[in-house]
């Protein structure tokens, strides 16, 4: 079965880094695109990241943008985000999900998750 294990998250100042990855095991990874979405406390879950299946594409929500990379390794079917600049709204529980969509963005489309990762911020 799928299984998207994730890992690296933890409690940082604001303004600085964490590196959150995402293993997968069960599935073609190299044809999922893989995205990072987080849910602050009391808020819905919304879009991060997305690393697209093929060329490698990516896809950011403006909030991030600048701060976060999304980045695969296809040989070790794994995904990371590469959080720099943290700000105390960045503070959520970090999943990550595979989808065979080209571009997910939405909670519906992603069929896989992990158990997810906290991440605080601290100002």
């Known amino acids: 079965q799928v299984q998207l294990v994730e890992s690296g998250g933890g409690l940082v100042q604001a303004g600085g880094s964490l590196r959150l990855s995402c293993a997968a095991s069960?599935?073609?990874?190299?044809?999922?695109?893989m995205g990072w979405f987080r849910q602050p406390p009391g808020k819905e879950r919304e879009i991060v990241a997305v690393?697209?299946?093929?060329?490698?594409?990516?896809y950011y929500v403006d909030s991030v943008k600048g701060r976060f990379t999304i980045f695969r390794d296809n040989g070790k079917k794994t995904v990371y985000l590469q959080m720099n600049s943290l700000k105390p709204e960045d503070t959520a529980i970090y999943y990550c999900?595979?989808?065979?969509?080209?571009?997910?963005?939405?909670?519906?489309?992603?069929?896989?998750w992990g158990q997810g990762t906290q991440v605080t911020v601290s100002s």
């Open positions: 690393t697209l299946w093929g060329a490698g594409s990516t």
């Open positions: 069960g599935l073609t990874f190299s044809g999922y695109s």
């Open positions: 999900a595979a989808t065979t969509k080209y571009l997910g963005t939405n909670y519906n489309d992603y069929a896989y």
